[in-house]
């Protein structure tokens, strides 16, 4: 964790526009922020071009996403590239990866307000789809990205390659590949290894393999993967869960370590993270003589 003392004093407020209590916890929040001389913007969809434009500007210090986890990685994709830190705020249904609890914003603001905060830096993923050599199109993910089948339920044939050299191949319903970040999501769901979050490493992961590679491999920092797509029905990709793209036979995702971290406002100690998954899945046992 790199320590940060910068205060925010432009701060956008990104709420959910589903959810109306965080729509409503938004304007509390703000209300606060303007008392303490802070300027506040209020916005509900990352892809606003004049709030895009804005952000790579360097108009901001900070965005506050009020949400679930899906607002923190829909926020992620709009910060990341412009280096703008982010503090999550649980207003949805799960919340691994934000920071405070609807009401925990009160107590951490004035540490907020005083520069008294951490910057933890996360890899997101740069993905890219080819087809025939070119570029279709290309995203940046926090979590994974999926190459798996379409509706119809048969296997796909996936081959993975590494610096150019086969690594596994693959007839299953998908293929994983996922950041540390990621390890917690879809790819701790189909059995994969949970990575710690500071960690720069790539995780491939199938999903229902059928007689061919079952294991989740653990790439090494730095790497970047060829998943190559050997279908003749439908086969779809899914990048951090946004609508599916429909790949097709011979169709090539090009899976890397982004230039650009993701970037959190941190009040807690490096150890919330076995804290927070002890908490959320609530599996560890007790050891003799715990209370």
Not at 215 to 237: K, W
Request: aromatic share 6%; hydrophobic share 40%; glycine share 8%.
């Amino acid at each position: 964790m790199v320590q940060n003392q910068n205060i925010p004093r432009k701060i956008i407020l990104l709420s959910h526009p589903n959810l109306p209590d965080s729509i409503e916890e938004s304007h509390l929040l703000a209300d606060v922020l303007q008392h303490n001389q802070v300027e506040v913007f209020f916005a509900s969809s990352y892809t606003d071009e004049i709030l895009v434009t804005q952000v790579r500007s360097g108009k901001f210090d900070l965005l506050i996403a009020l949400g679930g986890d899906g607002t923190v990685l829909r926020a992620s994709r709009l910060c990341a590239p412009a280096g703008l830190p982010m503090l999550g705020v649980n207003v949805g249904n799960f919340g691994f990866l934000t920071e405070v609890q609807r009401t925990g914003w009160r107590e951490v603001l004035p540490c907020l307000l005083a520069g008294d905060y951490h910057l933890e830096e996360r890899m997101m993923l740069h993905i890219s789809h080819l087809r025939r050599g070119k570029v279709l199109d290309e995203w940046e993910v926090l979590n994974e990205v999926v190459v798996c089948r379409g509706e119809m339920v048969r296997p796909v044939n996936l081959v993975a390659r590494v610096e150019g050299y086969t690594l596994a191949s693959y007839v299953a319903d998908g293929l994983i590949a996922s950041t540390p970040t990621g390890s917690t999501a879809y790819a701790l769901a189909v059995d994969g290894p949970v990575l710690p979050p500071e960690l720069r490493n790539i995780l491939l992961v199938p999903i229902a393999p059928h007689m061919s590679f079952d294991r989740a491999i653990v790439l090494s920092e730095g790497a970047e993967v060829n998943i190559t797509v050997q279908t003749r029905h439908d086969a779809v990709l899914s990048a951090d869960g946004q609508p599916p793209v429909k790949v097709v036979n011979g169709d090539e995702v090009l899976v890397k370590a982004s230039a650009h971290p993701a970037r959190f406002i941190r009040f807690q100690d490096p150890g919330y993270f076995y804290r927070t998954l002890n908490q959320y899945t609530e599996q560890t046992p007790r050891t003799y003589g715990d209370t």
